[in-house]
């Protein structure tokens, strides 16, 4: 499993003039946008984004699950894949996971070495 990302500071260029409270709404705000690309996107399998950005659903629904135990909330993995997702993560491995090329599995094996 790869290290916890640290959090980016936003509160940098037009981020700054903003409160508190408007920037965590903005934040929620692109990651519901960006949650809903990526649920109608399910020709981008995860090893595509893993392979391209170094991060995928997967990890999205992790970072979702890590944000929630720095808050005192707990959540499971399965609940918090859910979010992302949009429907039980075995629903959407059978509706719209394939199996990953060898080429996919080799760009995999030497851009994310140890995962």
């Known amino acids: 499993?790869?290290?916890?990302?640290?959090?980016?500071a936003l509160d940098t260029g037009a981020a700054a003039a903003l409160s508190?409270?408007?920037?965590?709404?903005?934040?929620?705000?692109?990651?519901?946008?960006?949650v809903a690309?990526?649920?109608?996107?399910?020709?981008?399998?995860?090893?595509?984004?893993?392979?391209?950005?170094?991060?995928?659903?997967?990890?999205?629904?992790?970072?979702?699950r890590e944000a929630a135990a720095d808050a005192g909330v707990t959540?499971?993995?399965?609940?918090?894949r859910e979010v992302v997702y949009g429907m039980p993560y075995r629903d959407w491995q059978a509706q719209h996971q394939r199996e990953a090329t060898a080429e996919q599995k080799a760009a995999f094996a030497a851009t994310n070495p140890g995962h």
């Not at 508190?20 to 960006?34: C, D, G, M, N, S």
């Not at 109608?40 to 970072?63: E, H, K, P, Y």
Request: net charge neutral; with cysteine; aromatic share 8%.
């Open 37 to 64: 690309h990526l649920r109608t996107r399910t020709d981008v399998q995860n090893i595509d984004l893993m392979n391209l950005a170094g991060f995928c659903r997967n990890c999205m629904s992790r970072w979702y």
């Open 1 to 8: 499993m790869p290290a916890p990302q640290p959090e980016a």
């Open 20 to 34: 508190p409270e408007q920037r965590q709404a903005i934040e929620a705000a692109a990651f519901r946008k960006l």
């Open 75 to 80: 959540i499971a993995d399965p609940d918090a």
